[in-house]
């Protein structure tokens, strides 16, 4: 048992029978009445995020987890699957819990965020940047390559995602998978 001046991002708790992760939180101290904590819970295992005040001192119940590494492997209608590099052990889940599943690309290494009593999963998460190859993107006209101008392309796993101008078909790019924004061009 914890109570809310325990709590912290990416904390993970039982509330009304699920299991959530604190995505922000802000403990509130006004000047007249009592403390509260202001969280955003992002559900587990439907992947809303809904908003919730504690009141201070509020006993929760914490939910001790375990992060491990996966590789994905490939993915069907509704489930992706993933193998344990150390194990071999397969596992799958359902592609809802992956938050921008558009940038999975196969043998990609993934974070399984695992529930550790009950040993099942319960999110995963993709590393914070991605080098992706543009397999298409309309051409820059020409002296139009030196302003900001944002054009879309599209990667290797078929998302879309705005790059500048001067970026070319095969080249490789450095995205961040939270946002899908561009954040460079690499060196093959």
Avoid: W
Wanted: net charge negative; with cysteine.
């Amino acid at each position: 048992m914890a109570t809310t001046s325990d709590i912290r991002k990416g904390m993970c708790l039982e509330h009304n029978g699920h299991t959530y992760i604190i995505v922000e939180f802000q403990h509130v101290k006004p000047g007249k009445g009592n403390a509260f904590v202001r969280t955003k819970l992002k559900n587990l295992t439907n992947g809303k995020v809904v908003d919730y005040t504690f009141p201070a001192g509020h006993k929760i119940q914490d939910v001790r987890v375990e992060r491990r590494k996966y590789q994905y492997l490939y993915d069907d209608e509704d489930r992706l699957y993933f193998m344990n590099n150390d194990t071999y052990e397969q596992i799958d889940v359902l592609k809802e819990m992956l938050d921008n599943v558009q940038f999975l690309k196969e043998g990609m290494d993934v974070e399984v965020l695992f529930h550790a009593e009950k040993e099942i999963p319960l999110s995963c998460s993709l590393p914070q940047y991605i080098i992706l190859e543009v397999t298409e993107v309309e051409p820059g006209a020409k002296g139009n390559t030196a302003t900001n101008t944002l054009t879309p392309a599209t990667v290797e796993t078929g998302a879309e995602v705005r790059v500048p101008l001067f970026i070319k078909e095969g080249d490789l790019i450095r995205i961040e998978s939270e946002t899908g924004a561009y954040m460079e061009r690499m060196k093959k």
